[in-house]
């Protein structure tokens, strides 16, 4: 298991001010910027896209950009996201015709490759791609919106992939999102998980360094 990473989902930022909100939750000491694009047509929600992306490169944003991409098609809209500045590129595999081509594709521009599993979405694909990734990312809630409740099936699913990775003997990060607090991270990060996703849980606190601070304690 790798050192705990905190990814702060902008989703839940200021997005009339995002530069300056995503630059305070780093600031907070957040690892990485969790990037949710969403295409109202793989998920019900419209977000944000490469040219976001890239103006938050030049605004100054230097840390790690964790793009999660609930888009269908994905291969057309990879080459963007990689130019713009994207660090990891992760995506469902139900939105892709060809994973394996898919992971490629990342991986050739340039970015790391992840694969997202919905809460009812079968683990079957990881036999064949794992050793390709470099996170995997398990869904605790439904995609498509923030603020949802965590799903505690999750943590199982958390295991069977924490299981997998360490037998295998990879160095694949396990991310989770969807839900997380830090009332919940400790049994989180305790069912085998590394990289940590809170949208509402950091950008809805009064203050992203007391809160993100809490979340490293109970990580322990
Ligand atoms: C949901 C997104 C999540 C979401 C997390 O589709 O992938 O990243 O923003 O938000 P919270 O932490 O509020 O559940
Ligand atoms: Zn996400």
């Known amino acids: 298991k790798q050192?705990?990473?905190?990814?702060?989902?902008?989703?839940?930022?200021?997005?009339?001010?995002?530069?300056?909100?995503?630059?305070?939750?780093?600031?907070?000491?957040?690892?990485?910027v969790h990037f949710d694009v969403m295409d109202n047509h793989y998920v019900p929600n419209l977000t944000i896209g490469p040219m976001v992306l890239s103006a938050l490169r030049k605004y100054g944003i230097a840390a790690p950009i964790?793009?999660?991409?609930?888009?269908?098609?994905?291969?057309?809209?990879?080459?963007?996201?990689?130019?713009?500045g994207a660090s990891s590129i992760s995506f469902h595999p139900e939105a892709?015709?060809?994973?394996?081509?898919?992971?490629?594709?990342?991986?050739?521009?340039?970015?790391?490759?992840?694969?997202?599993?919905?809460?009812?979405?079968?683990?079957?694909?990881?036999?064949?791609?794992?050793?390709?990734?470099d996170l995997v990312l398990i869904?605790?809630?439904?995609?498509?919106?923030?603020?949802?409740?965590?799903?505690?099936m999750a943590l199982e699913k958390l295991r069977r992939v924490r299981r997998m990775i360490d037998e295998r003997g990879l160095a694949v990060r396990l991310e989770v999102d969807g839900g997380v607090t830090a009332e919940n991270i400790g049994a989180i990060a305790a069912a085998g998980a590394d990289t940590f996703v809170a949208?509402?849980?950091?950008?809805?606190?009064?203050?992203?360094?007391?809160?993100?601070?809490?979340?490293r304690t109970a990580i322990g």
């Open 3 to 32: 050192s705990p990473i905190i990814a702060p989902s902008i989703l839940a930022a200021d997005f009339a001010r995002l530069g300056d909100d995503t630059a305070a939750a780093l600031a907070a000491g957040a690892d990485w």
């Open 66 to 84: 964790d793009v999660h991409l609930m888009v269908k098609p994905v291969d057309r809209i990879v080459p963007d996201f990689a130019k713009a």
């Open 96 to 133: 892709s015709e060809h994973v394996d081509r898919t992971i490629g594709l990342i991986r050739d521009s340039g970015c790391q490759a992840g694969l997202v599993f919905n809460p009812a979405t079968s683990l079957d694909c990881l036999d064949y791609v794992l050793d390709k990734l």
């Open 139 to 152: 869904m605790s809630v439904n995609p498509g919106f923030g603020g949802q409740k965590f799903i505690p």
């Open 199 to 215: 949208g509402s849980a950091i950008f809805h606190a009064a203050d992203y360094r007391a809160e993100i601070a809490a979340m």
